[in-house]
């Protein structure tokens, strides 16, 4: 009965060391779960940390970008400004020089038809003064803002002589008349010949031409008290021909004299250096 008793103590002793185990080992199989979890937990953690850390610099790198294209757009927009304020000024600087330039255009226009309109006024009193002698020894033209007297050879001079006969005299003194009540015109005397070589008095043409326009100048200033400082007098010899020198007619027309006549043009010279 004794030994029965101490088989159950020891069953039951062996029970609770097993029971006790079996416990044990559920608490560490718990454990080692529970490790698991939180070594995944942080595994997971440090994964998100992680990248948090790279989106932290991704955005730190973005700000810095921006921060750097504002910077750079303001450099633009303050450069811009400076550029547009430069341009502004340049701007009105070429719109005032272009006022200034259409303001000399209008002088100078003005000037120009004061000129035509003086030109006109000229060739009309110089043509009613020399109305009396025949159109074909004598002309009075208007070309480029001067009046053109042209007087034939025939109306001034004997056939290879500079010396101006009584009738060419008559036409000068007319001529005189109308010079004298505008001392604002310049005189530009030029003697014409034909081709035909001189073998008089002359050494050749030009010899010719330059005495003749000489004749004529000494006429108006010492006869007709035309100032003398207006006059100009040249010669062309054959080299300005206004007819073909292979006829009789066309070498009449070139020996010639041309009284050309200016209105001056201090105003607008001086209107063009300016």
């Not at 937990?41 to 921060?67: E, G, H, P, W």
């Not at 014409?192 to 008089?200: A, E, F, L, N």
């Amino acid at each position: 009965m004794q030994n029965n008793r101490q088989h159950v103590i020891v069953f039951l002793a062996v029970c609770m060391v097993l029971l006790a185990s079996c416990v044990s080992k559920k608490k560490y199989l718990e454990s080692q779960v529970a490790l698991r979890y939180l070594k995944y937990d942080s595994a997971q953690l440090a994964n998100k940390v992680s990248s948090l850390n790279t989106t932290v610099a991704d955005l730190q790198q973005q700000a810095a970008d921006q921060k750097k294209m504002i910077a750079d757009l303001q450099s633009q927009n303050a450069l811009l400004k400076s550029t547009a304020s430069a341009t502004q000024s340049e701007l009105t600087q070429r719109q005032k020089e272009l006022q200034e330039q259409q303001q000399k255009l209008s002088q100078l226009q003005a000037l120009l038809d004061q000129q035509k309109q003086k030109s006109e006024e000229l060739r009309k009193k110089m043509a009613d003064a020399l109305s009396g002698f025949s159109a074909s020894d004598l002309t009075v033209t208007q070309k480029n803002g001067k009046v053109y007297v042209s007087l034939s050879e025939n109306l001034l001079f004997p056939s290879g002589s500079a010396v101006v006969n009584q009738q060419g005299k008559e036409a000068l003194g007319k001529l005189a008349g109308v010079l004298n009540a505008n001392p604002d015109i310049a005189i530009n005397i030029e003697g014409h010949t034909d081709s035909i070589p001189i073998r008089k008095a002359y050494e050749d043409n030009w010899a010719l031409s330059l005495a003749r326009s000489a004749s004529i100048v000494r006429i108006l200033v010492k006869d007709y008290t035309v100032d003398p400082v207006r006059v100009i007098a040249s010669g062309h010899s054959e080299y300005d021909p206004v007819e073909s020198n292979s006829t009789s007619e066309g070498r009449a027309k070139n020996r010639r004299t041309e009284i050309i006549l200016s209105p001056k043009l201090d105003e607008l010279y001086k209107l063009l250096e300016q």
